[in-house]
T-cell receptor, first 112, second 113 residues
Framework: QKEVEQDPGPLSVPEGAIVSLNCTYS??????FMWYRQYSRKGPELLMY????GNKEDGRFTAQVDKSSKYISLFIRDSQPSDSATYLC????????????FGKGTLLTVNP | DADVTQTPRNRITKTGKRIMLECSQT?????MYWYRQDPGLGLRLIYY???????NKGEISDGYSVSRQAQAKFSLSLESAIPNQTALYFC????????????FGPGTRLTVL
């Protein structure tokens, strides 16, 4: 079993839809959970950052972490064509553990 | 100006050639990383450096070497390039106190013929 699993998609939705992106993981030591957004031909950029379980909201974006199920989600409300990108989940154990473990990314297209 | 810059942005080279990819950052971060990204394989860590005198191998370091010339500069070298090193290469930085949040450069697209 891979440490982080992420459905690669592609996922295509109409503008205004609610988008749900998900990752599962196997390492119970993970405490920090991130979502990166990567536009075509660009580097990943940090979108959301969550510590431990719970929800975090930032505008149209909500990140959820369920450590008991080893499952994280990113919700995008009122999706826009500008949200079209690849979304990568990432996680780490924190502390002296430098290492970020990435999912392979989900390609999202929001159609006008 | 961008906080993390990479040069060159695109490079085509031939098998056996030595290639150097350069990364510079103005974020003042101590930690720097080199990743490669391949379709279907995601981001994989090649090398990382916690400061100028601290260099560590990542999960796929074979065929690569690095040099941390200064806090702000971290170079990746392919001593003898081979076609399966064709990939998108990213440099990233992170702050000593926030090792979990990394900031990426724009990437270098390398093609080895």
């Amino acid at each position: 079993q891979k440490e982080v699993e992420q459905d690669p998609g592609p996922l295509s939705v109409p503008e205004g839809a609610i988008v749900s992106l998900n990752c599962t993981y196997s390492n119970s030591a993970f405490q920090y959970f991130m979502w990166y957004r990567q536009y075509s031909r660009k580097g990943p950029e940090l979108l959301m950052y969550t510590y431990s379980s719970g929800n975090k909201e930032d505008g149209r974006f909500t990140a959820q972490v369920d450590k008991s199920s080893k499952y994280i989600s990113l919700f995008i409300r009122d999706s826009q064509p500008s949200d079209s990108a690849t979304y990568l989940c990432a996680m780490s154990g924190g502390g002296s553990n430098y290492k970020l473990t990435f999912g392979k990314g989900t390609l999202l297209t929001v159609n006008p | 100006d961008a906080d993390v810059t990479q040069t060159p942005r695109n490079r085509i080279t031939k098998t056996g050639k030595r290639i150097m990819l350069e990364c510079s950052q103005t974020k003042g971060h101590d930690r720097m990383y080199w990743y490669r990204q391949d379709p279907g394989l995601g981001l994989r860590l090649i090398y990382y450096s916690f400061d100028v005198k601290d260099i560590n191998k990542g999960e796929i370091s074979d065929g690569y070497s690095v040099s941390r010339q200064a806090q702000a500069k971290f170079s990746l070298s392919l001593e003898s390039a081979i076609p399966n090193q064709t990939a998108l290469y990213f440099c990233a930085t992170s702050d000593r106190g926030r090792i979990d949040t990394q900031y990426f450069g724009p990437g270098t697209r390398l093609t080895v013929l």
